[in-house]
């Protein structure tokens, strides 16, 4: 079954660029999302289509992909972007949906 | 707007079925795949299946095949999750989730509450 990488935890200071990536098998050949969770809440989308950003989420937020890694970019962090982040994808050959396994987000 | 409103926390005894609902409202719930995840507690989120209700297509992801069933009521516009066998490890917030759009790999634009189920002797 297909496989997405992420790192358990990216520590970044208030302001500062904070880079998740999210590693697969020709990633870039695939459609990548988004997910924001916070402690006992429901994921929210803030990326999808790899770089298309839904309604209501701020412009720090970009996503790109390319080779084996897709990446998530919040820019100017602020301390309400503490939280997980999930990519996922849809492996056409099986029809399955796929999250990847999670990073952690702490803002310093 | 869209809604997802599910059923509410479960205990349930190791081999019994639990048995989870997703009223869905605010969108035509024909059109829309509803797919449900679930996440152990400090775990990832783990996909489960999906069910699309225009034609009763459902996949679901190997891990849970052989004990989950996903099914719908159209009238009720809403979605169920039966989960069969339970173990310990099921012990988790499952949710619902309705597709974003028409395609074949939209995101999941939106989310249902979660319902707990813990599995306990």
């Known amino acids: 079954s297909y496989l997405l990488t992420q790192p358990p935890s990216v520590s970044v200071a208030p302001g500062k660029t904070a880079r998740i990536s999210c590693g697969g098998a020709d990633i870039g050949t695939k459609t990548v999302h988004w997910y924001q969770q916070k402690p006992g809440q429901a994921p929210i989308l803030v990326i999808s289509y790899d770089r298309d950003r839904p309604s209501g989420i701020p412009e720090r937020f970009s996503g790109s992909s390319s080779g084996n890694t897709a990446t998530l970019t919040i820019s100017r962090v602020e301390a309400e972007d503490e939280a997980d982040y999930y990519c996922?994808?849809?492996?056409?050959?099986?029809?399955?949906?796929?999250f990847g396994t999670g990073t952690k987000v702490f803002v310093l | 707007q869209v809604q997802l409103v599910q059923s509410g926390a479960e205990v349930k005894k190791p081999g019994a079925s639990v048995k989870v609902s997703c009223k869905a409202s605010g969108y035509t719930f024909n059109n829309f795949a509803i797919h449900w995840v679930r996440q152990a507690p400090g775990q990832r989120l783990e996909w489960m299946g999906r069910?699309?209700?225009?034609?009763?297509?459902?996949k679901y992801s190997p891990k849970f095949q052989d004990r989950v069933t996903i099914s719908r009521d159209t009238s009720a516009t809403t979605v169920y999750m039966e989960l069969s066998g339970l173990k310990f490890e099921d012990t988790a917030v499952y949710y619902c989730a309705k597709d974003l759009d028409l395609t074949g790999d939209s995101p999941l634009g939106d989310w249902g509450q979660g319902t707990l189920v813990s599995v306990s002797s």
């Open positions: 069910l699309l209700p225009f034609n009763d297509y459902i």
């Open positions: 996922q994808v849809w492996d056409r050959s099986s029809d399955l949906r796929v």
